[in-house]
């Protein structure tokens, strides 16, 4: 069983930052990549970053440039920095994980949510 942990959410004033980190738990699994998502209210969620084991990265066209996400693959941990917070970044962030189950043969894959933490950005 996977279980990803997310923290570091928060209430900032824009214009600052704010750091998230999601660990994913479990054994005998490999986990090619992790995303970042996140849903304002009213809104559908949408992809904000990902990252690969290899470190390939991708991110929305509204947080290129401010937010940079970073892995720990020994550790299966992701973090997402945010810096220059608008009053549009608010939202309910979600860690995404898709992960391979080397515990069954032949291996699973499967996809696997957090949480999510709250972001606040007072303007």
């Known amino acids: 069983q996977v279980q990803l942990v997310e923290s570091g959410g928060g209430l900032v004033q824009a214009g600052g930052s704010l750091r998230l980190s999601c660990a994913a738990s479990?054994?005998?699994?490999?986990?090619?990549?992790m995303d970042w998502y996140r849903q304002a209210p009213g809104k559908q969620r949408e992809l904000v970053a990902h990252?690969?084991?290899?470190?390939?990265?991708n991110y929305a066209d509204s947080v290129k440039g401010r937010f940079t996400i970073s892995r720990d693959s020994d550790k299966n941990t992701i973090n997402l920095q945010m810096n220059s917070l608008k009053s549009e970044d608010t939202a309910v962030y979600y860690c995404?994980?898709?992960?391979?189950?080397?515990?069954?043969?032949?291996?699973?894959?499967?996809?696997?949510w957090g949480q999510g933490t709250q972001v606040t950005v007072s303007s």
């Open positions: 995404y994980a898709d992960v391979l189950d080397l515990s069954f043969a032949p291996p699973r894959r499967d996809d696997y």
């Open positions: 479990g054994s005998r699994i490999i986990i090619p990549r």
């Open positions: 990252i690969t084991t290899g470190g390939n990265t």
